[in-house]
Nanobody
Framework: VQLQASGGGLVQPGGSLTLSCAAS????????MGWYRQAPGKQRELVVR???????NYADFVSGRFSISRDSARNTFYLHLNSLKTEDTAVYFC?????????????????WGQGTLVTVSS
């Protein structure tokens, strides 16, 4: 199983981007999806996650600017970034807990995408 993150780039303050995270390989079910970010010199932090109970958890700094969505048919989930600020500059990582075998639905493995750089600058 692999996660491929994409969609990063350079955007002006106030602009928007959509990041994608495509899962490939042996996938029966994606139990957990999340986006994290790591700014230069800082620790990786949660942006948003959807745990197995389906309840969205957004970091406080999101303040309604970001949203997560998924395309289950494509095993892909997205992070929609709006009203971007310079302090949103970071490498964004996707994370997913994936069940590979239908006969073992409680067995999942955590995978990380390689990260995609978002630079917010004028």
């Amino acid at each position: 199983v692999q996660l491929q993150a994409s969609g990063g780039g350079l955007v002006q303050p106030g602009g928007s981007l959509t990041l994608s995270c495509a899962a490939s390989g042996r996938i029966f079910k994606i139990k957990y999806m999340g986006w994290y970010r790591q700014a230069p010199g800082k620790q990786r932090e949660l942006v948003v996650r959807i745990p197995s109970d389906g309840r969205l958890n957004y970091a406080d700094f999101v303040s309604g600017r970001f949203s997560i969505s998924r395309d289950s048919a494509r095993n892909t989930f997205y992070l929609h970034l709006n009203s971007l600020k310079t302090e949103d500059t970071a490498v964004y990582f996707c994370n997913a807990d994936i069940v590979s075998e239908s006969f073992a639905p409680d067995v999942s493995t955590s995978y990380w995408g390689q990260g995609t750089l978002v630079t917010v600058s004028s």
